[in-house]
């Protein structure tokens, strides 16, 4: 009922707004027509400042006294046409001359206030700290180039691994990611308290301070008695980074769960290479050690029978394995049971501009998350480092998962997976698209949102079609009688 009064006061409200634009005089018309464009804060980015490429995290450190606040101002410029023709996709990627529009207490040096220029803006050079408004015309300068991480040095936990190199992640960092994901939102609701994600990869190093008292011991199953939480390879710890980092530390990106407790099972050796066996023993280890949510790192294959049959196994289980979209045809994982209460989500990665991190089999990837240039944490010391590949979108979805499985416990692994899937933003002509499939995960909206509400409300205006269609009419008439009335007092008044 409050659904069908809401949908129907929204018809009323657009259809008296019609009335009042009838209702304008020629000469009011005129005259809105030529009012000029609303008053805004807003920026000019430079080139450069203090020396590093500009970025929304810095521009909103300065003049919003926080750099959290950076979404604010994506959200006011994303999908806005820039002097130069493009558009915001990448928060830690502008071009010199872009024209922001900041929020309304925006205040500092470069912040100007009025009507944005028209035409193409300057290109200001390299602006130091103190200076005001665009400097001289520069070209941009492009962005660094990727560098490798440095050898980690830090101890393990325990006194145990060796020291080791990291070979993922690049020193140049992007938050668009997290900014897209908008995780936040969610947190007054659900932080992950509670919820345990394994984390089936390279390890995880428990001594990354953003990570401090949300990683358990775990296990290394290319040893047999190993523990998981050491990474000498950082795929582990960037996955565990964007499930359950605490960006408190300083500034850091925010895991999408950072209440949820990690579960690290390592199955990657130290070549970088994971034996069938061994992938298979790390999903069932998962599962027994109480997961209930499982992100399998792209070490895993489940193309390999072994593999396969953990899966189906692990499917008998009230858990949710998220994996990323295989790029050939693999059948899916069926229960080994009869009544299995898991479920097996497929994922795809996705850049800024909704590129594929790879090129999935037609029809395998179920959802999409960020995967492509994404911030997360770097073995020792915990460093914001970016990387690329599918087994950062699925943490990103394991994180959600997270989410969900805290805020609803009673709904089964298969209703969470029907959750992400049912308040995924669709990418793409179709709700249902063969390269995105339902589209891009939206975590706040998967816990505010019961789907079955969703399906009511649709249903709802569905069946209120021919209410509202005859209400809008009943108004639009009225509306042209008061017109035409309209005008003929006029004439009678001006003796027209």
């Not at 040095?153 to 325990?158: D, E, I, L, S, Y």
């Not at 692990?314 to 045809?329: C, F, I, K, Q």
């Not at 029907?418 to 995924?424: H, K, V």
């Not at 079955?452 to 009943?474: K, T």
Request: net charge positive; aromatic share 4%.
């Amino acid at each position: 009922m409050l659904a069908k009064r809401s949908i129907l006061a929204r018809l009323l409200a657009v259809a008296m707004a019609g009335c009042v634009l009838m209702t304008l005089t020629g000469p009011a018309v005129a005259k809105a027509k030529k009012d000029p464009q609303p008053y805004v804060k807003y920026y000019v980015v430079a080139a450069q400042y203090q020396g590093q490429p500009e970025s929304l995290t810095e521009i909103a450190r300065r003049f919003l006294g926080s750099g959290e606040r950076s979404a604010e101002i994506y959200h006011l410029n994303t999908g806005r046409v820039q002097p130069d023709g493009s558009r915001l996709t990448d928060p830690g990627r502008l071009k010199a001359g872009w024209q922001l529009v900041l929020p309304w207490d925006a205040a500092g040096a470069g912040v100007t206030y009025g009507q944005l220029p028209t035409g193409k803006s300057p290109t200001p050079s390299a602006r130091p700290s103190g200076t005001t408004g665009p400097g001289p015309t520069a070209s941009p300068k492009p962005s660094p180039s990727p560098s490798p991480s440095p050898t980690s040095g830090a101890p393990r936990p325990g006194g145990t691994g060796p020291k080791c190199t990291a070979t993922t992640g690049s020193s140049s960092r992007s938050d668009w990611a997290q900014l897209r994901m908008a995780a936040d939102s969610a947190w007054t609701l659900t932080r992950g308290n509670g919820v345990k994600v394994a984390v089936v990869d390279t390890g995880v190093d428990a001594t990354v301070q953003q990570l401090s008292g949300r990683v358990a011991v775990g296990a290394d199953v290319t040893v047999g008695n190993g523990r998981g939480d050491t990474d000498c390879l950082g795929s582990g710890t960037a996955m565990a980074g964007i499930i359950a980092g605490d960006s408190s530390v300083d500034g850091s990106p925010v895991g999408i769960a950072p209440d949820a407790t990690i579960l690290p099972v390592r199955v990657v050796r130290g070549s970088g290479a994971a034996r069938p066996g061994d992938a298979a023993n790390a999903i069932e280890v998962a599962v027994s050690a109480g997961a209930s949510v499982v992100a399998v790192g792209s070490h895993v294959d489940l193309a390999d029978p072994a593999v396969a049959t953990s899966v189906a196994t692990a499917l008998d289980h009230d858990v949710l394995l998220v994996a990323g979209a295989p790029t050939r045809a693999v059948p899916p994982p069926s229960p080994a049971g009869r009544s299995g209460g898991g479920a097996l989500l497929l994922t795809g990665g996705v850049g800024a501009g909704d590129q594929l991190a790879e090129q999935y089999a037609a029809g395998a990837v179920e959802v999409v998350a960020p995967g492509v240039d994404v911030a997360s944490l770097g073995v020792g010391g915990g460093r914001a480092v970016s990387n690329t590949g599918t087994e950062f979108a699925v943490a990103f979805v394991a994180g959600q998962a997270a989410l969900i499985r805290a805020a609803q416990p009673d709904l089964t692994a298969a209703q969470v997976k029907e959750r992400i899937r049912g308040t995924a933003d669709a990418i793409g002509a179709a709700a249902q698209d063969a390269r995105y499939g339902s589209g891009m995960i939206n975590p706040a909206a998967s816990v505010s949102v019961a789907v079955d509400d969703r399906n009511q409300v649709a249903s709802q205006q569905q069946g209120n079609n021919g209410v509202a269609l005859a209400v809008i009419l009943g108004i639009a008439l009225l509306c042209g009688a008061g017109v035409v009335f309209g005008l003929r007092l006029r004439r009678n008044r001006f003796g027209g």
